[in-house]
């Protein structure tokens, strides 16, 4: 590109740009030079002199920042409104199975018994929700309950008297709650 500087009577700086041919190593001007100085390529050549508008070198920076921003902002506010609304990272410390050792009996604070397996996971995981280590067990399993329910319980918890204290601790903030001690059948 050539430019050309011209200042009038009026004090300010007039540029004009002309493009000029790029010349290969042998000398000779890559393209065709047409009247009025412009250069004609074949089509699919990417010119450089489209890369060299003024502007373009800053706006793929400033796009990528813009579009991380925007990325990291969105991110934020939906983990945000997620955690508002009780939907954060699950946790991972609940008890799989009610039973600390295959023989031993242990406590747990019954909350209720249903009739369906759904129903049951569904109080338990409001119980959940409210921080307590809640579960559901199938009472076919466990002696001495009575068969064909789905018990929602809290624990489990030793069958030392520790244990016992702790739930009895929470059937006091539990309405119709009761300790219950269980063995595997």
Known sequence: M????????????????????????????????????????????????????????????????????????????????????????????????????ADAPFVVVQISSRPTRAQAQTEAQELRRAGLDAGVLRSDLYAPMNKGWYVVYVGPFPDTAEGRAKAEAITLGIKDSLVRILQRR
């Open 2 to 101: 050539r430019a050309d500087r011209r200042q009038p009577s009026d004090g300010t700086t007039v540029t004009q740009v002309t493009p000029v041919p790029e010349v290969s190593a042998s000398g000779e001007a890559e393209g065709t030079v047409e009247s009025g100085g412009t250069v004609t390529r074949e089509a699919g050549f990417l010119s450089r002199w489209s890369l060299q508008t003024p502007g373009i070198d800053i706006f793929w920076p400033i796009l990528a920042v813009v579009l991380t921003t925007f990325v990291i902002v969105v991110s934020t506010v939906a983990h945000s409104s997620m955690a508002a609304v009780g939907a954060g990272s699950p946790r991972t410390d609940w008890a799989s199975s009610p039973t600390p050792k």
